[in-house]
Structures are given as C-alpha cells and as structure tokens.
T-cell receptor, first 115, second 114 residues
Framework: DVKVTQSSRYLVKRTGEKVFLECVQD?????MFWYRQDPGLGLRLIYF???????EKGDIPEGYSVSREKKERFSLILESASTNQTSMYLC??????????????FGAGTRLSVL | AQSVTQLGSHVSVSEGALVLLRCNYS??????LFWYVQYPNQGLQLLLK??????LVKGINGFEAEFKKSETSFHLTKPSAHMSDAAEYFC????????????FGKGTLLTVNP
C-alpha cells in the first residue's frame, strides 16, 4: 500500500513564527502536492512538485514556500505564520506510471492553528 | 481551465435509501474524473476513477459513477446507504495544461440517518 506520512496531526503556532510541515511518501512517486482544506471551500492547491528540486505554484501560493530536496520528502514552509493560515493541510503524491498513474494518495492531514 | 461543481453541500439520506451525489465538470480536454471520500479526521481516499473506455465505473464500498459527456456530469451513486457511508465526498477532474493537477469540487457532506 502507498503510504503518505505527515509529520504532525496537530500543530499550534504563534503569529510570526516560521512553520515547517513535513510529508514523506514511500512509493517512489514523482509528483507531490500540498493542499489546504477549509470548510465550504474544498481543497485548494498551494504548491506541487513533479521532480526533485522542481516546484510549481498552485492556486494559492501566497505566504507559502516549499522544498523538495529528496524524492520522497516534500516540505511546506510558512515563512511568517498568520491567523488566516489556520487550516487543515493535506499532502498527496502521485505517479506518472502504471495502473495507478495520476491517482493522488493523501496523508492524514495536519491541523494547524495559528494564534 | 478545469472546474468542478458539486450540487449540494450537504445531502441527507435514510439508511437503505439510494445515494446520489452530483458532480458537473468543465474541461478543455477529455477529462479524467475522480471521486474521493474523506472520513472524519482522515485524509482523502480514492473511491473510483474514469479515464477512458466504459462510462460506468465501479468503485469501492458499492459506489459507482457514470460519465456522461453530453451532460458534462459524473454523478456518484450507491443503491443502498449504510451508516458507514457518512463522510464527505469530493469530485475532481484532471487535465489541461498540467497532467498532474487535480481540480476539486467543494465537497458534499453525506449524512445517513438510521
């Protein structure tokens, strides 16, 4: 089974802190994604990466950055956390190959509260 | 650009009743379509997907969806609801400028009443 692991289920941070959300996948997937999920808004793509050190902005990249130094790991960084970044963050990965091509596999999510 | 509209943010059914969750999409290219389910405090998991071929797609837990190109729809159905089906359901479309990105609908929360 594909496993996507997010390092924290719950995080509480203060306004202005730098926050790192970590995601690791164990299936050698090329693509990795970060979404935020808010009630009534569904999932919105923040950033994605289709290869090591490669990244593309999604629909709502402002206030976020990402890092992908290794294929299995994709980090989301909040440079200076703000209260409007309180949300559920979901990481996903997908492959370009085989029967599961383009199916995104999700982690359990990190619920971030910024106070 | 792709977009997905899920009609009804909240659907309530009785146990044993038909489940129908509606999804309409727009896509500039032949779409790949997905339904995902999210149980409380969990991530999303794939229910089913349509890529090419047979337009009626069967998924896990007794769900199925039919791709109707003329109606740009991909509605999700299940003949008989179980209490365990209570969850949030998301329709998504892949395609367009990037082959990797999914565009999600805003979700439909399904409540199953005893």
């Amino acid at each position: 089974d594909v496993k996507v692991t997010q390092s924290s289920r719950y995080l509480v941070k203060r306004t202005g802190e730098k926050v790192f959300l970590e995601c690791v996948q164990d299936m050698d997937h090329e693509n990795m994604f970060w979404y935020r999920q808010d009630p009534g808004l569904g999932l919105r793509l923040i950033y994605f990466s289709y290869d090591v050190k490669m990244k593309e902005k999604g629909d709502i990249p402002e206030g976020y950055s990402v890092s992908r130094e290794k294929k299995e790991r994709f980090s989301l960084i909040l440079e200076s956390a703000s209260t409007n970044q309180t949300s559920m963050y979901l990481c996903a990965s997908s492959s370009d190959r085989g029967l599961s091509k383009n199916i995104q596999y999700f982690g359990a999510g990190t619920r971030l509260s910024v106070l | 650009a792709q977009s997905v509209t899920q009609l009804g943010s909240h659907v309530s059914v009785s146990e044993g009743a038909l489940v129908l969750l509606r999804c309409n999409y727009s896509s500039s290219v032949p779409p790949y379509l997905f339904w995902y389910v999210q149980y409380p405090n969990q991530g999303l998991q794939l229910l089913l997907k349509y890529t090419t071929g047979a337009t009626l797609v069967k998924g896990i837990n007794g769900f199925e969806a039919e791709f109707k190109k003329s109606e740009t729809s991909f509605h999700l159905t299940k003949p008989s609801a179980h209490m365990s089906d209570a969850a949030e359901y998301f329709c998504a479309v892949l395609g367009g400028g990037s082959n990797y990105k999914l565009t999600f609908g805003k979700g439909t929360l399904l409540t199953v009443n005893p």
